[in-house]
């Protein structure tokens, strides 16, 4: 069969060098990176994408996956030369992390309030508010 075993399609062959991200400044266009990211999809791409576009300083953002078969997440971004395309990397992905942190932060206190509720009524099984049948 020609699929690859599964695993390399998501972890690194760090034997070989494979660097989760690299970057190749585009000659077509000033302050225009290329970014390659291994072992990813559209996932990643589209989130990273999207973000890049919001960015005060980024005057075009865009991604493509290659092939399917191919876990690999080419992006480029081009900005307007108040600072570097992987400044605006940086300082996307930091800002990604915070959001995510605190949705986890957000969705575990809902998560315990809605335990602690549950709780509550499984101590009283008729339903009742005086706990009497």
Same mark, same amino acid.
């Given at each position: 069969? /020609?699929?690859?075993?599964?695993?390399?399609?998501?972890? %690194?062959?760090?034997?070989? $060098?494979?660097?989760? =991200?690299?970057?190749?400044?585009?000659?077509?266009? #000033? +302050?225009?990176?290329?970014?390659t990211i291994l072992k990813e999809d559209h996932t990643v791409g589209n989130l990273l994408a999207e973000h890049f576009k919001q960015h005060p300083h980024v005057m075009m953002a865009g991604?493509?996956?290659?092939?399917? /078969?191919?876990?690999?997440? *080419? =992006?480029?971004?081009?900005?307007? $030369?108040? =600072?570097? #395309?992987?400044?605006?990397?940086?300082?996307?992905?930091?800002?990604? =992390?915070?959001? %995510?942190?605190? *949705?986890?932060? +957000?969705?575990?206190?809902?998560?315990?309030?809605?335990?602690?509720?549950?709780? $509550?009524?499984?101590? +009283? #099984?008729? $339903?009742?508010? +005086?706990?009497?049948?």
């Open positions: 069969m /020609n699929a690859p075993d599964r695993f390399e399609l998501f972890l %690194l062959n760090e034997a070989n $060098g494979e660097k989760k =991200i690299t970057e190749k400044a585009f000659v077509g266009m #000033p +302050n225009t990176s290329d970014f991604y493509k996956v290659a092939h399917p /078969n191919v876990p690999e997440v *080419l =992006i480029r971004l081009q900005t307007d $030369g108040t =600072i570097t #395309p992987r400044e605006v990397f940086v300082d996307v992905c930091k800002q990604l =992390i915070a959001s %995510l942190a605190q *949705l986890a932060q +957000n969705f575990t206190r809902e998560y315990e309030l809605r335990r602690m509720a549950t709780a $509550g009524d499984n101590d +009283n #099984p008729s $339903g009742n508010a +005086n706990g009497k049948p």
